[in-house]
């Protein structure tokens, strides 16, 4: 009786496997939504996934700041493909982005944070990406 136990057990986790992993996947192809927001030094920075794949890319330093909009594309790895349709400079923010420049990031969701890595695009300095990169955390608006 016991060697019967153990085996429905076994048979049970073998037939929930795959399921909890087609589960996991498909959460993988889900589009991103909401808010995510990082401090980094004197910045504040937040991601916004908004529908038909745009992303808002807000960065506040005191006054100065910008709003970069995007549209953008997942990829299975978690790579997200962006080009830039509007970009929006406050104050005497640094740095301006031309409409159709194109940069590229990896996602991946761990404990309801967003983790963003391998942030690519020209000019990208690595200040820029040890400020960007890293724990988002999930924000209600």
């Keep these: 009786m016991r060697m019967l136990s153990v085996f429905a057990l076994l048979a049970g986790g073998i037939i929930l ?45 005191g006054d100065a700041g910008c709003v970069m909009t995007s549209k953008y594309t997942k990829e299975k790895d978690g790579t997200i493909k962006c080009e830039i349709t509007e970009f929006e400079k406050k104050g005497d923010f640094p740095v301006t982005k031309e409409k159709g420049y194109k940069f590229s990031f990896k996602v991946e969701m761990k404990d309801k944070k967003l983790v963003m890595s391998d942030l690519n695009g020209d000019d990208i300095d690595d200040n820029a990406k040890q400020a960007i990169q890293g724990d988002y955390e999930h924000k209600t608006d």
Excluded: C, I, Q, Y
């Excluded at 927001?37 to 890319?57: P, S």
């Design 17 to 61: 496997l795959p399921a909890f992993a087609e589960e996991k996947e498909k959460a993988k192809d889900k589009p991103l939504t909401g808010s995510f927001t990082r401090k980094a030094g004197d910045l504040d920075l937040k991601m916004v996934f908004k529908k038909d794949n745009v992303m808002e890319f807000h960065v506040t330093d």
